[in-house]
């Protein structure tokens, strides 16, 4: 069994700054992709940044230059550095790895989500 476990969401004012932090854990062999998602009230779930197993990220455009997503493979750890946060990055945050479990199966994983809030 795997489990991704999220942490560091909160409430911030506007210019503030936040660090996710998704920890996996269980049965795992390998980890290819991590990325984080985001799902704002009312709003489908997007794709906030991506980064592979060799380190090569990809943003959102409208997270470019304020968010880093970085990893530490060792902790099967992902992170999401948010700087200049705005009101419109509120939204519910989720990881997601592409996850080898040790009896083969692979398939992408979820974090339960956690809640990022910015005031005006």
């Known amino acids: 069994q795997v489990q991704l476990v999220e942490s560091g969401g909160g409430l911030v004012q506007a210019g503030g700054s936040l660090r996710l932090s998704c920890a996996a854990s269980g049965s795992i062999f390998s980890i290819k992709a991590m990325a984080w998602y985001r799902q704002a009230l009312g709003k489908q779930r997007e794709q906030v940044a991506r980064?592979?197993?060799?380190?090569?990220?990809n943003y959102l455009d409208s997270a470019k230059g304020r968010f880093t997503i970085s990893r530490d493979n060792a902790k099967n750890t992902v992170y999401l550095q948010m700087n200049s946060l705005k009101p419109e990055d509120t939204a519910v945050y989720y990881c997601n790895a592409d996850i080898t479990v040790v009896d083969s199966t692979r398939r992408g994983f979820w974090g339960q989500g956690t809640q990022v809030t910015v005031s005006s």
């Open positions: 980064i592979t197993g060799g380190g090569i990220a």
